[in-house]
């Protein structure tokens, strides 16, 4: 079992950057895809960015392309995402998760693909 706590998160105006971290117990993440998603009020869950590290690929949406950032410290065994030049549609709840699947390759976009998901940070966005 894996337990993921999300924070970080908070109010900011446009354009500011806000860090979220995604510390994760029970056993180590290192060799796992992470990824991150956010869900916006009356929305559906929607892919953010991810990280494979056996493929060395990340991917992101692209609607936070060049904005965002996903980064690893394994002995930290924590994940973030750096987000830079934050706009208001970026408002939502922000989680982590997890796949445990280790022949998939690339960075999935689907929720269903994940096994272990935190239970979200807020990001708030005023314009």
């Known amino acids: 079992q894996v337990q993921l706590v999300e924070s970080g998160g908070g109010l900011v105006q446009a354009g500011g950057s806000l860090r979220l971290s995604c510390a994760a117990s029970?056993?180590?993440?290192?060799?796992?895809?992470m990824a991150w998603f956010r869900q916006a009020p009356g929305k559906d869950r929607t892919f953010v960015g991810g990280?494979?590290?056996?493929?060395?690929?990340?991917d992101y949406t692209d609607a936070v392309k060049g904005r965002f950032t996903i980064s690893r410290d394994n002995a930290k065994n924590t994940v973030y995402l750096q987000m830079n030049d934050l706009k208001p549609e970026d408002t939502a709840l922000y989680y982590c998760?997890?796949?445990?699947?280790?022949?998939?390759?690339?960075?999935?976009?689907?929720?269903?693909?994940?096994?272990?998901w935190g239970q979200g940070t807020q990001v708030t966005v005023s314009s």
């Open positions: 998760a997890l796949d445990d699947n280790p022949y998939m390759r690339g960075v999935p976009y689907s929720t269903t693909h994940y096994d272990y």
């Open positions: 029970g056993r180590g993440i290192s060799s796992n895809i």
């Open positions: 990280i494979n590290p056996k493929t060395h690929s990340e």
